[in-house]
């Protein structure tokens, strides 16, 4: 360690001292109550994490080697072999597990299915079946778009089944960016559904498809699941009913024996920034990682827990915890297809307490949108059955976290908060429910087996204070790189910091050892010379009663480098004005300091989101900077910024 850096590479500011350590209650039939896990992959990191591949799966053939690591590429578990749809499916019937419910699935428009253990095998058998008639063999790859509906996890084991790597694209991505990554991903074989349900509206997926494969010169076969009955034209040869060809398949189908490092999945990223990495995850490790974090961060009791991850399959939340994870584990989970407000705002709470949900794991965008809806659709549901809440995929502000544990989790559930990301594969940084004591918008500690360290511009560990996040050892659900791109595997995450991985994003460490994310270090603003978080300011505003979500941004100034503008949606019974933009500068500025006082106060009611619910401070900063707005692509709703940048030309300038 070094001594503190004179210019801090992110200044903070640590303004939450409320703290939760885990209920007697809880701790009392927890898996994990100490630091025996820490303390075990302290002593051999890679012995535990051996044991956990040894503990969590069913191996063909034990490895010779843990791991193999030449900077920047490991190689987990090297002479293993394993199949993942045996480890998810086979397994668990041939323990006797085959009549145990795998997915309570339910649609937007109400219809709903339970796919036993049992049921769940024989789908994915006859499917990939169909994919071997269809000439799809190991090694080949093959694209998936399609609703959040039993026949995605189908297709995705199938794949995995018959040694194809899957390359799920979300539904909610247009023809354009399905075409770019079939044609990276030289995909074979495309597996869709005519639409699904969004807001009670069919969004139609076969005709982007259709677009899509006007220049898809590798796709060979389009295999359609009815979903909507809506009409969609299908190309004699090419395109098949996945009921017509399911119709004769055989539910008996040898798994392809694979090696550990064989490649299990492409995804690709979908950044707010630069064109899609298509990131590559393997076998043996990533299902290692995926298995133990599922069970260990929520506590899996896998006979009685009812789990709900309410993301969709198309992200990676979705890969590690609706698919692999829970499934490798033998959990029971609920599935949905469609919206959180159809046909009302109360439709997650409907569900939780249908099927008496006990873990419930979303994002912090959905947790604001519900602070955003008040207390009284959570408030009339029975939310008793929960037990553990979960959060990722962006920092969660202090307020929101304490919002979801008091009005969702009674104020008796522990919240997780989790840090990771689609290059990781499976959660690094997030407390043990039943270990860690926890701080609203602390992501905690490293995971057993994870090492983390914040370093400052020179790459130097910073005990304390602000910096970047890296990662200083491999981990066994990494990626193992950039499909076709072995340079920008190495620029993007290697380069920065010798011998570490960069994350990307900024964090910092308070006295007791907590992290605390900052969000993505391209968010980091510049005022007089003090790096400031947009996280901090945006917990500071968020932290204000009539704010419901606040997104913050530098736009260029000339005077201070940067100068700080917020974008605030107000709390349903809020009138926005020029009052409370002067009261809401007054208390960031009581809150933090001077230097973080935002200049100006835009109210909104929607704010620029990335289809998985990431703010874009990008075309917010270029609405601050009055610039032309750059690529809008990955937006999910362009018509916000329209509406923001009318905004923003008659909002007052203050200083
Ligand atoms: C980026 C990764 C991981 C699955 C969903 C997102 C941000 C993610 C947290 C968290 C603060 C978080 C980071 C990260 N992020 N989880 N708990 N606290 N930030 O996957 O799309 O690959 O995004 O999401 O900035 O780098 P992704």
């Known amino acids: 360690m070094t001594e503190p850096t004179e210019n801090p590479a992110i200044e903070v500011y640590g303004l939450e001292d409320r703290s939760f350590p885990p209920s007697e209650e809880f701790r009392a039939s927890a898996l994990v109550r100490g630091s025996e896990l820490h303390d075990e992959a302290a002593r051999d990191h890679e012995g535990f994490w051996a044991r ?24 987990w578990f090297v002479g293993g072999q394993l199949n993942a749809s045996e480890n998810c499916l086979d397994r668990h019937v041939e323990a006797g597990r085959g009549d145990k419910v795998a997915f309570h699935w339910e649609g937007e428009p109400g219809d709903t299915r339970t796919i036993t ?17 269809l000439g799809v063999a190991k090694g080949d790859r093959v694209a998936i778009y399609m609703p959040m509906i039993p026949e995605l ?26 075409r770019g990554r079939i044609v990276d991903a030289q995909a074979k074989v495309l597996i869709t559904a005519d639409g699904g349900w969004r807001r009670g509206k069919a969004v139609p997926l076969k005709a982007s498809a259709d677009a899509a494969l006007e220049d898809t010169p590798s796709i060979e076969h389009v295999v359609v699941v009815r979903r909507t009955g809506d009409e969609v034209a299908m190309a004699a040869g090419r395109d098949h009913w996945y009921h017509d060809v399911m119709a004769g398949a055989s539910t008996e189908c040898a ?36 298995a133990f974090t599922h ?3 929520f506590d899996l009791h896998a006979d009685t827990d009812v789990y709900w991850c309410a993301a969709d399959i198309g992200w990676v939340t979705g890969h590690s915890y609706i698919v692999y994870g829970p499934l490798v584990n033998g959990a029971t989970s609920v599935m949905y297809e469609g919206s959180p407000d159809h046909p009302g705002r109360d439709r997650w709470w409907d569900i939780v307490e249908r099927y008496k949900v006990t873990i419930l794991y979303t994002a912090p965008t959905a947790i604001r949108t519900f602070m955003k809806w008040g207390t009284t659709e959570p408030a009339s549901h029975d939310l008793s059955s929960l037990r ?3 959060s990722v995929g962006e920092p969660i502000n202090p307020e929101a976290w304490m919002w979801y544990r008091r009005h969702i989790g009674g104020d008796r559930c522990p919240v997780v908060d989790t840090w990771w990301q689609t290059e990781t594969g499976a959660i690094m940084i997030s407390p043990l429910p039943g270990a860690t004591t926890t701080k609203p918008g602390s992501a905690t500690f490293p995971l057993p087996g994870i090492a983390a360290e914040v370093v400052d511009d020179r790459g130097q560990p910073v005990e304390r204070g602000g910096g970047y996040l890296t990662l200083t050892r491999p981990w066994p659900s990494m990626l193992r790189g950039i499909y076709g791109d072995p340079q920008r595997y190495h620029d993007t995450y290697w380069s920065r910091f010798e011998g570490r991985y960069f994350a990307g994003d900024g964090a910092r460490v308070d006295d007791d050892g907590y992290f605390w994310l900052l969000g993505r270090v391209d968010d980091v603003m510049n005022i007089s010379g003090h790096r400031v978080s947009t996280t901090e ?6 932290a204000h009663a009539a704010v419901a979500e606040a997104a913050v941004v530098g736009a260029k100034d000339e005077v201070t480098g940067q100068r700080i503008v917020a974008f605030v949606t107000c709390k349903g019974d809020q009138t926005p004005g020029d009052e409370l933009g002067q009261e809401l500068r007054a208390h960031v500025a009581t809150k933090i300091g001077p230097t973080a006082r935002p200049r100006t106060v835009i109210f909104t009611d929607d704010l620029p989101k990335t289809r998985s619910g990431k703010i874009m401070r990008r075309l917010l900063r270029d609405v601050a900077d009055g610039r032309d707005l750059g690529d809008t692509t990955t937006l999910a709703d362009a018509s916000v910024v329209d509406e923001i940048r009318r905004r923003a030309e008659a909002a007052p300038q203050d200083d």
């Open 537 to 542: 300011v945006e917990s500071a505003l968020v």
């Open 388 to 390: 553990v809440l979960g």
């Open 255 to 290: 798994a392809e024996v694979m090696e550990a490092e064989d490649l299990l999945y492409l995804l690709y990223t979908s950044g707010t920034t630069a064109s899609p990495k298509g990131i590559m995850h393997t076998t043996g490790g990533y299902l290692t990682q995926a």
């Open 153 to 178: 996890p189908v297709a995705m084991l199938a794949c995995a089944r018959v040694g194809a790597a899957h390359s799920v694209v979300f539904g909610g991505f247009s023809a354009e960016s399905l």
């Open 52 to 75: 956990q591949a040894a503990d969590l799966l069913s191996w063909r053939r034990q490895w010779d080697t843990v791991l193999e690591w030449d900077l920047p590429y490991a190689r």
């Open 295 to 297: 069970k260990y961060v």
């Open 117 to 133: 253990y049992r049921e769940l095998h024989a789908e994915v058998c006859r499917f990939a079946n169909v994919l071997r008639d």
